[in-house]
């Protein structure tokens, strides 16, 4: 699920910045915590439910 979120952001971050340029940076501040929560999943490691 938060890959699919992940993928998401980094396609409209993508767009926003080659197509149309949004003059706000509420789209790359949502890219660069979308990436931070990404590291924090790949150096925790994936926890089996108990």
């Keep these: 699920m938060l890959e ?3 993928i998401v952001l980094v ?3 993508a ?3 080659f ?3 949004i003059g706000s ?3 790359h501040l949502l890219l660069i ?3 931070i929560v990404l ?3 790949l150096l925790g490691g994936r926890r089996s439910p108990v």
């Design 4 to 6: 699919a979120i992940i």
């Design 11 to 13: 396609v409209l971050w």
């Design 15 to 17: 767009l926003g910045f």
């Design 19 to 21: 197509v149309v340029h």
């Design 25 to 27: 940076g509420l789209i």
């Design 33 to 35: 915590i979308a990436l």
């Design 39 to 41: 590291v924090f999943r």
